[in-house]
Structure formats: C-alpha cells, structure tokens
C-alpha cells in the first residue's frame, strides 16, 4: 500500500507497522467510548496528542510509543514476522 505511493520496501513495511498500531488503538478508544481528555488521563499524554492519534497522523508516532500507548490501553503489540511473497 505504502510502496504504491513511492515510498520504499523498508519504509513503507515500517508504515504499515505503525498504522496497523494506530488502527487497532483508535478502535479501542472507540470501543471504550473514551473521550479524548479521557483517554490523554489513561495514556499518560496530551489531549492534542490524542487528537493526532485519533486523526491518524502517523509521522508523529513511533513504532516505540505506540508500543508504550497499546500497553497503557491494555493492548499488548505482538511479533508477526512473514515471509514476502514474489510475483516474479
């Protein structure tokens, strides 16, 4: 997905990554029917850094403190590694 906008192989899976983080954390704050001050109390961060997350704005969030917000929303990141597959 990223690649077809021009982004590289590694970018992009380090992308995709972060969104599929971002995604799964904005669907548990919906879930909670958290609003955002509530959820900056929870995750120990600003309100303006709960709307950032909730507007998916990806270049402000790293793959490691997504990995701290997941925690702190009871979420757990997990490994999935698999291999590419090739169409050549």
Known sequence: MFEDV???ADEAAHLQIRAAMMTR???EIESQGLTQAGT???M???QPRVSGLMRGKLHLFS???LVVLL???GLRASE???QPSYNG
């Open 6 to 8: 021009g982004f590289s």
């Open 25 to 27: 954390l904005i669907a």
């Open 40 to 42: 900056a109390r929870r």
């Open 44 to 46: 120990g961060i600003t």
């Open 63 to 65: 793959i490691d403190t």
């Open 71 to 73: 925690s702190k929303m």
């Open 80 to 82: 999935r590694a698999s």
